[in-house]
């Protein structure tokens, strides 16, 4: 007897290059915008690339989080007392421009991987000394991330005053901090991430349809951020 099984639909597959060039496009976006309908489309265009991407939970945050600020931005800090209203606009209205940099950025992490990024950033010719504390950065950031948890478990099995957990993490948190970016360090050379000759990768990049798609859709939104006022 067979199995019957249904096949489950793709998500979206983007090139990891792709993923660099909305980053840029984000960037030129959020510099030079000032409709608050450029930015709306462009957020809606990347919640929709996380939906097909099958990002559900991370669309749902991001799209949310924006909600949020536009509604502190335009409803409650003008009803707000104007002492209020003059602290927080500003923090608001930088947070928000920021955002769909940030959005892209978290997109990318949760999407493509470290090595796919590796190979993305040496097939658009970016020199090798770049590339060597690029990764080695990104690597790091998860390795602290692990490290902290392992610091609260052994923080929450001890009884240490509330008042003395700050201090009980950081202190080792710091002590272990140049720790890991040697190690990290020691195995990207281990890895022969030095080694001048050219790279090989069983991992195929090119562009498709959709990586066009986005790319067309950056060009757009970043000529309306310059014509549309």
Do not use: H
């Amino acid at each position: 007897m067979f199995s019957m099984r249904k096949k489950e639909p793709k998500s979206l597959e983007l090139d990891p290059r792709t993923f660099l060039l909305l980053l840029v496009f984000a960037n030129v976006i959020t510099f030079f915008q000032s409709s608050i309908w450029i930015e709306l489309g462009w957020i809606c265009f990347l919640g929709l690339m996380m939906l097909l991407s099958r990002k559900y939970m991370i669309a749902f945050q991001w799209i949310l989080s924006f909600g949020i600020l536009l509604l502190l931005q335009y409803v409650l800090l003008p009803a707000a007392p104007k002492v209020i209203a003059t602290a927080f606009i500003i923090l608001i209205n930088y947070s928000r421009r920021m955002f769909p940099c940030l959005m892209v950025g978290a997109f990318m992490i949760k999407t493509i991987s470290l090595r796919q990024f590796v190979l993305a950033m040496r097939k658009m010719r970016i020199p090798q000394k770049l590339i060597i504390p690029i990764s080695v950065t990104i690597r790091y950031f998860p390795a602290i991330k692990e490290e902290t948890k392992f610091i609260r478990d052994a923080i929450s099995l001890r009884n240490i005053k509330p008042a003395d957990k700050l201090e009980a993490l950081l202190v080792p948190l710091m002590m272990s901090a140049t720790a890991t970016a040697e190690e990290l360090s020691a195995a990207a050379v281990t890895r022969g991430i030095e080694n001048p000759i050219k790279k090989t990768s069983i991992i195929e990049l090119k562009f498709r349809f959709l990586d066009y798609v986005c790319g067309g859709m950056g060009v757009l939104f970043s000529i309306g951020a310059f014509l549309i006022k």
